[in-house]
């Protein structure tokens, strides 16, 4: 259990989840059943938390510990909660908690008998949670309760076959206790988990309606061979049968857990690759916090950047700073630099980089390329990060114009109604793809930019667009949550990988769009394919919104102006998302609708949740300056006016004289209380009477 918490505390949380286990039984509302499962959820969780340092006192558990907190991690991540599946999180979790007995037989532990034995244990419950996470992902990923009806049954069976795995695992667990510490006496935490999954009864009209619908119909094989029936059924829940869902059931449950393995297995090694990174380790620290960082040479870094790169690169050939590095002190000399760098290292944007975070950063393979000098690290994320994005940002901007052009030549059949329901949901990613369509991002010119650093840039686009496009061919371009994006980056932090995803995909929907074009006809391979992308479009667009708030969330806490922030932030990757959220998610909607239907609300991890956000004060000030300078430029060019402004009544006139001492260039302090108590009730009639003037 873990360490320095009361007994009592665990025990408390085993009888909390058997607690909920029993009022599920009593449930006669789908309102009711999903408040349930979202406490017993985080319940179970709860309790598996307790056993964080069980691997310290046997190390063969913690494959277990490890496999359970990647199966939790994931589902933890946005996806809504289902009351049959949090019943098995819950079988799970106790399950997994009965290896808390074990930290009693600690002194026995290398007895033959007992390592034996835990260790085909603990190898069989790590493959058990794995499968399970599995089916839940597979269960999550196609969410349409058009789906879950028909393959109700198959699920039922896959549930309970897990509760009976977990059952097996838990006497297990007793028995290689019970023979090897008899002397012990241990309490068995008894559920009924399968009797729990038989009554739960709670009413879901919709669903009861077609379930009825479907009975009626001659059953659900019938059904499914009737295009139209299935539409009906589709219809009644809300929602509308599109091409992935009829694929999707035409091949079966057992099609789609396989289809969809391959994918949670590489969302499983992110998730598992980034725990592992995060896992703290105690460190005697007797020379200053730098000891933390495990990389040497960056705990003199650490200390003093520049100086130390300079007083290096005079040194011997042996060392590993050469003079070929020596035009990136261009960069590391000059502190404009330096945010640029600790936005890349600062994960929670903080504004503090932390030992762990630069460890994090001198390991990640999608940040620090193989091959590169720390120097190059570090130059590049300085200036070549953000000119590849500007890059980006021109190119996705070109395959756009040419998916429009593609779409105006193509001059279908006006009848063509499938052309038509394409071309909607084609005109709705534009604005999805151009999230960071922010003008401050302009590309720079090349010839002002050092033949090294461009060498960088080039290598860099390369090595990601070939690792994410590898990725996506064995993923598939079917990306529906946020863990799907972290496992086809490689990395949790969307911005930094955000303009190659969406240059990869953008080109991806050109080809398409290219080939529906020459074709005249969209097969229904080629309609999923469009509804994949324009699906993954929206988990990208939700990803980058629920990052911004995240971050948003911590500067609130930290007091700090939000819209600065954002203004300098990952060089204002955010920015007009944060300041027009409105234009993406109007395209949002639209897309949600041409694709699921006009009722179909998409699930809570794939709607975003940014608003717009009224401007702070600093923001106002600065936007007020901009509009006097260019008002100041205006009348200038006009002596005529400028002469009847200077003529007019003294409240203008002193208006004007105040804006540009407080806002023009000088070296006096900012008037910050006159600001705010004059500009509200003066500016707007002073603006009026320049126009009127």
């Known amino acids: 259990m873990h360490i320095g918490r009361p007994e009592s505390l665990v025990e408390r949380e085993i009888e909390e989840v058997n607690r909920l286990l029993d009022q599920l039984t009593h449930v006669h509302h789908k309102s009711e059943a999903d408040e349930l499962a979202r406490k017993l959820f985080r319940s179970a969780r709860s309790a598996v938390n307790f056993l964080n340092d069980l691997p310290q006192l046997h190390p063969i558990a913690s494959g277990v510990v490890r496999a359970v907190s990647v199966v939790i991690d994931l589902e933890c991540q946005g996806i809504e909660n289902d009351v049959h599946i949090a019943v098995v999180y819950a079988s799970m979790a106790l399950t997994v908690f009965h290896l808390r007995h074990f930290s009693h037989a600690r002194n026995s532990f290398e007895e033959g008998f007992l390592k034996r034995a835990m260790n085909v244990l603990c190898n069989d419950m790590a493959k058990t949670i794995k499968k399970f996470g599995e089916f839940v992902d597979a269960y999550h990923i196609h969410w349409q309760r058009t789906v879950k009806l028909f393959f109700s049954y198959a699920y039922k069976k896959q549930l309970e076959y897990f509760v009976e795995e977990f059952d097996k695992l838990r006497r297990r667990t007793d028995g290689v206790y019970k023979s090897t510490m008899p002397q012990i006496q ?26 009825l619908f479907v009975n009626a119909h001659g059953g659900v094989d019938a059904v499914l061979k009737n295009p139209t029936l299935m539409e009906e059924v589709a219809a009644q829940l809300e929602e509308k049968a599109t091409h992935t869902m009829r694929n999707v059931l035409q091949g079966g449950s057992d099609a789609l857990l396989q289809s969809d393995a391959p994918r949670y297995h590489m969302k499983y090694q992110s998730v598992e690759a980034r725990l592992m990174q995060s896992e703290r380790r105690i460190i005697e620290i007797s020379e200053g916090p730098h000891k933390l960082i495990e990389d040497e040479e960056f705990q003199l870094v650490w200390l003093r950047l520049h100086e130390y790169y300079n007083g290096q690169i005079h040194q011997s050939h042996d060392s590993a700073i050469t003079a070929e590095d020596a035009w990136t002190l261009e960069y590391l000399s000059r502190a404009m630099y330096y945010a640029a760098i600790g936005n890349i290292i600062d994960d929670d944007g903080s504004g503090y980089i932390s030992a762990l975070e630069l460890n994090t950063f001198l390991q990640s393979e999608t940040r620090c390329l193989p091959g ?79 033949y090294q650093l461009l060498r960088l840039q080039q290598e860099f686009r390369e090595y990601e667009e070939k690792t994410i496009s590898d990725k996506l061919h064995h993923f598939g371009s079917y990306l529906v949550d946020s863990a799907s994006i972290a496992a086809v980056v490689g990395d949790t932090r969307i911005e930094l ?40 479009c929206i988990t990208v667009l939700v990803a980058f919104d629920n990052r911004l708030h995240d971050l948003s969330r911590g500067w609130h806490l930290e007091a700090r102006d939000i819209g600065m922030q954002v203004d300098h932030y990952a060089d204002g990757l955010f920015k007009k998302y944060y300041m027009k959220p409105w234009l993406f998610h109007e395209a949002y909607d639209d897309l949600r609708r041409s694709m699921f239907g006009d009722k179909h609300e998409l699930p809570g991890h794939l709607r975003p949740i940014m608003r717009a956000q009224p401007p702070t004060l600093v923001n106002s000030v600065a936007i007020l300056a901009k509009r006097v300078q260019e008002l100041e430029v205006h009348l200038n060019e006009n002596d005529a006016t400028l002469e009847k402004l200077e003529k007019a009544p003294g409240p203008i006139t002193t208006f004007m004289r105040k804006l540009k001492e407080a806002f023009l260039p000088r070296k006096t302090r900012w008037p910050w209380g006159w600001i705010r108590n004059s500009f509200v009730h003066q500016f707007h009639g002073a603006a009026a009477s320049v126009v009127g003037a």
């Open 372 to 450: 590169w000098t720390k120097p190059q690290w570090f130059t590049f994320w300085a200036s070549g990060w953000r000119n590849n994005n500007a890059w980006y940002r021109d190119e996705i901007g070109r395959m756009i114009q040419g998916i429009q052009d593609v779409m105006r030549d193509a001059n279908p059949d006006p009848s063509n109604t499938q052309w038509t329901s394409a071309s909607r949901i084609l005109q709705s990613l534009k604005p999805l793809l151009l999230v960071v369509d922010n003008e401050d991002i302009s590309n720079a010119d090349d010839s002002r930019i050092p």
């Open 186 to 211: 241990i309490e068995t935490v008894a559920t009924k988990t399968t009797e729990i999954l038989d009554k739960i009864r709670f009413i879901d009209p919709d669903m009861l309606q077609a379930q």
């Open 497 to 536: 990988h955000l303009m190659a995803l969406l240059y990869i995909l953008a080109k991806r929907i050109h080809e398409l769009t290219s080939k529906v074009a020459a074709q005249q006809n969209i097969s229904s391979e080629d309609w999923c394919e469009i509804e994949a992308f324009a699906t993954s």
